[in-house]
Every structure is written in C-alpha cells, then in structure tokens.
C-alpha cells in the first residue's frame, strides 16, 4: 500500500513537498516513482529513484527544481518541489515498480503499485 500527503495549493515560486509512505510488501527494494495527472492530460512521469538510492531520473520539465529521496528505514520516498510553476498543477501519484532491484525507468508500464494521489495546485 502507497499513501501519498502533503499536496496543497501554493503560490507560483512556492515549495511544497509531497511523502509517500508504504507498507505491506518490498518496497525498501523497489525503484520508486513519482507521477503526475493534469487537467485533461495524461498521466506523465516525474522523478524516480533506485532502490538504494544511487541513481534518480527527471522529467525535463522539473529537472533542477524537484529533488526525489528515499528513506528505506522509514519506508518513505519524498518529492520536495521548489520554484514551482502553475503549470505543476496536477494529482501526484506515488508508485512502486513491478520487481525488485530493477533499473531506473520512467516508463509507467514498469510501475505496478500506485497510491491514490494527492493534489497539488499552484496558483499564478
């Protein structure tokens, strides 16, 4: 199980950042992502980290103002959000891949447990 928090409404240039917590299966060795679903778009990759931490991926759109981390003792993945843009406004999804000890990917078909999004919207 994926649960996502800290979603809210924040001024353009504002922080936010979002947690996902998991329990009940492997996730401390699983690459963890995150993903985003705007207003009548599709849903799109965002960052994603290895399981140990040692690699992350961005989208180019929020490459260099999103930072992706993970805490396997806690069992949390992180997604701190700076400099954020009207255009960041989606539901943030939270998601685990399908094996364990797998590469980094941003491809949403790898990603086999989702949590139920939180939303973020960011206002001009």
């Known amino acids: 199980q994926l649960v996502e928090s800290g979603g809210g409404l924040v001024q353009a240039g504002g922080s936010l950042r979002l947690s996902c917590a998991a329990s009940?299966?492997?996730?401390?060795?699983?690459?963890m992502g995150w993903f985003r679903q705007g207003p009548g778009k599709e849903r799109e990759f965002v960052a994603a980290i290895t399981w140990s931490g040692d690699d992350t991926k961005y989208a180019y759109s929020v490459k260099g103002r999103f930072t992706i981390s993970r805490d396997n003792a806690k069992n949390t993945t992180d997604l701190q959000m700076n400099s954020l843009k009207p255009e960041d406004t989606a539901v943030y999804y939270c998601?685990?891949?399908?094996?364990?000890?797998?590469?980094?990917?941003?491809?949403?078909?790898?990603?086999?447990?989702w949590g139920q999004g939180t939303q973020v919207t960011v206002s001009p």
């Open positions: 998601a685990a891949d399908g094996g364990t000890y797998t590469r980094i990917t941003d491809d949403r078909r790898a990603y086999k447990h």
């Open positions: 009940g299966r492997t996730f401390s060795i699983r690459t």
